[in-house]
């Protein structure tokens, strides 16, 4: 677990400011994920990646950005952040089929 | 599209007892279906998995069945303790395809 971390924390931001969650893995791991948890809906996908420079939308994509440009980093950006975006962030990291995740960022946009 | 239903929402027993967590998923093309287990404010940990050429799969106090006919797979703890008390999610995908999950199980185990 220790291989894979995300940053900052926790943020509090406001409506309509850009924020990036960063998240760092240090296996070598192809894809990489985004996920949002809120109560009622579990994990929901919001993007994810095969591998540097490929990535693809999850199930709840708009308001939302990522880039891959190394294998190791999967940064989420948020580029106007609204108040329904307010959430825990999980970011996770997979070479075959199971995914270990990182210790999560609590979002919340006032 | 691709969904995996997740009962019940919540489960309270007593601690010695079992307890079961049954999910149906709609893809019948799935053949990985993880378990994790998150306890409050961290992180979801895997804590067994099963693939489609295996029925059922035992880990200690925890085992997970698989019947790909119905679609059905149950998370199976028995003898459960305090420490079991968490939010379990269970989960199908395809081969290094994206993990579809449930909506998650509150289970209190009541010393």
């Known amino acids: 677990d220790a291989g894979i971390t995300q940053s900052p924390r926790y943020k509090i931001t406001e409506t309509g400011r850009q924020v990036t969650l960063m998240c760092h893995q240090t296996?070598?791991?192809?894809?990489m994920f985004w996920y949002r948890q809120d109560l009622g809906h579990g994990l929901r996908l919001i993007y994810y990646?095969?591998?540097?420079?490929?990535?693809d939308k999850g199930e709840v994509p708009d308001g939302y950005v990522v880039s891959r440009s190394k294998t190791e980093n999967f940064p989420l950006t948020l580029e106007s952040a609204t108040r329904s975006q307010t959430s825990v962030y999980f970011c996770?990291?997979?070479?075959?089929?199971?995914?270990?995740f990182g210790p999560g960022t609590r979002l919340t946009v006032l | 599209g691709e969904n995996v239903e997740q009962h019940p929402s919540t489960l309270s027993v007593q601690e010695g007892d079992s307890a079961v967590i049954k999910c149906t998923y709609s893809?019948?093309?799935?053949?990985?279906f993880p378990w994790y287990k998150q306890e409050l404010g961290k992180r979801p940990q895997l804590i067994i998995d099963?693939?489609?050429?295996?029925g059922e799969k035992k880990d200690q106090r925890i085992a997970v069945t698989l019947n790909k006919t119905a679609k059905h797979f149950s998370l199976h703890i028995t003898e459960t303790q305090p420490e079991d008390s968490a939010v379990y999610f269970c989960?199908?995908?395809?081969?290094?395809?994206?993990?579809?999950f449930g909506t998650g199980t509150l289970l209190a185990v009541q010393p």
């Open positions: 989960a199908a995908s395809k081969r290094k395809s994206k993990l579809i």
């Open positions: 996770a990291s997979s070479e075959e089929d199971t995914q270990y």
């Open positions: 990646s095969a591998a540097a420079d490929i990535t």
């Open positions: 893809d019948s093309a799935s053949n990985y």
């Open positions: 296996w070598s791991h192809s894809y």
């Open positions: 099963i693939r489609s050429n295996v």
